[in-house]
């Protein structure tokens, strides 16, 4: 009986440190200059005679085959494993080595999981720029449904994109809100880009999709559109309607509203008098 109740307790105080959530440390910022993790002077050659493997940069393994030499390019073969780590292609970055890891070029304006390292995530300001990288702690993976760093219990935890030449867009795990799009060369994903649906939408495994939270109006991704949510019998159903002409649907209001322009104050000039 003693022996149940300590691992009843024991299970109790993982369950509850486990769900303690804490953000990760920013380790890449958007406005940082490009780094290159070795000088010149100090990337590794080969002996010229011996077989072995080396990282030449964060992402680049020297091939040394005798009297011949060749790079693999981890993030071009793989993105999985964009990194070089004791010669070999991985999902981790070596921090020892002094490399940070990349930022990704933002699709929309807040949180994104990383789509290749569970541990980290970005954070985009505005879309087209650079993301800044941020880390979670060691043993901690990130969770995008709180945009925070869980410890990692089990190894379903970790969630990265799955890519598949025979789809357009794949799922992000089981997120309904984060799908990503896939480039393939010669049947190799290169690039994998994190997009993630509107508000009010969702991604049914093809397509984010609309479903009403409840009956009312509520912001298209056209904003001279809304959905009207009405109940049809039992049924919550919707059908778009459009803003008068000139006007666009706030979200906020619920309501059609003319668009705010802003107007720019010209300088005035002083006359100067004649002398």
Request: aromatic fraction near 10%; proline fraction near 6%.
């Amino acid at each position: 009986m003693a022996s149940r109740v300590v691992l009843l307790v024991c299970a109790l105080v993982q369950l509850s440190t486990a769900a303690v959530e804490v953000p990760g440390r920013l380790v890449k910022s958007s406005s940082a200059v490009s780094f290159s993790p070795f000088a010149a002077a100090t990337e590794p050659t080969c002996d010229g005679f011996s077989v072995y493997t080396v990282c030449s940069d964060c992402n680049n393994v020297l091939v040394c085959l005798g009297s011949t030499n060749s790079k693999k390019n981890c993030t071009a073969t793989s993105p999985t494993t964009p990194y070089c780590v004791n010669g070999a292609c991985s999902a981790s970055y070596d921090s020892a080595g002094e490399c940070t890891p990349s930022g990704v070029t933002c699709t929309g304006v807040g949180f994104f999981p990383d789509p290749k390292v569970c541990q980290n995530y970005h954070y985009c300001e505005a879309v087209g720029e650079e993301s800044s990288v941020y880390e979670c702690p060691p043993n901690y993976v990130y969770n995008a449904e709180t945009t925070l760093c869980k410890q990692k219990v089990y190894a379903t935890d970790c969630v990265t994109v799955k890519c598949d030449e025979s789809k357009v867009f794949v799922a992000y795990g089981t997120s309904k809100k984060y799908y990503a799009f896939c480039q393939f060369a010669n049947s190799v994903a290169t690039s994998i880009q994190v997009l993630m649906c509107p508000d009010g939408y969702s991604f049914d495994g093809s397509n984010c999709v609309f479903k009403c939270p409840g009956a009312g109006n509520y912001g298209h991704m056209d904003p001279k559109k809304y959905f009207q949510c009405y109940y049809s019998g039992a049924q919550l159903i919707y059908t778009i309607q459009s803003c008068p002409s000139g006007k666009n649907y706030d979200k906020d209001l619920r309501v059609c509203t003319t668009p705010k322009t802003t107007t720019t104050l010209k300088p005035t000039t002083t006359a100067q008098p004649n002398v």
